[in-house]
Nanobody
Framework: QVQLVESGGGLVQAGGSLRLSCAAS????????MGWFRQAPGKEREFVAA????????NYANSVLGRFTISRDNAKNTVYLQMNSLKFDDTAVYYC??????????????????WGQGTQVTVSS
């Protein structure tokens, strides 16, 4: 059973930073592309960032490009999202997601097969 558990969310002032973590279990982590998505109140879930199996390729939504960095530590079965220069509009529930086994990035993102439960990020203006 694949489990993705996010942590690191919280309340931060605009301009501040947070680092989200997603610990994966139940699958061969190094064979899965990973991604982060977010959903703000009243809005649809949207893509934030994705990273391939080895960490050699990453892609970002235009809204976070240059501010957020996705990375992974395959030895720890963990993917991270470093968020800098946070804005009020970054307020959302952030979800970690895993693609299917050996599925590559598709159009720079992933097709999520597994989801975490989400972690709230609130940016005060």
């Amino acid at each position: 059973q694949v489990q993705l558990v996010e942590s690191g969310g919280g309340l931060v002032q605009a301009g501040g930073s947070l680092r989200l973590s997603c610990a994966a279990s139940g699958h061969a982590f190094t064979s899965y592309a990973m991604g982060w998505f977010r959903q703000a109140p009243g809005k649809e879930r949207e893509f934030v960032a994705a990273i391939n199996w080895s960490g050699s390729d990453a892609n970002y939504a235009n809204s976070v490009l240059g501010r957020f960095t996705i990375s992974r530590d395959n030895a720890k079965n963990t993917v991270y999202l470093q968020m800098n220069s946070l804005k009020f509009d970054d307020t959302a529930v952030y979800y970690c997601a895993s693609a299917a086994f050996l599925q590559p990035l598709v159009g720079g993102t992933i097709r999520p097969k597994y989801w975490g439960q989400g972690t709230q990020v609130t940016v005060s203006s």
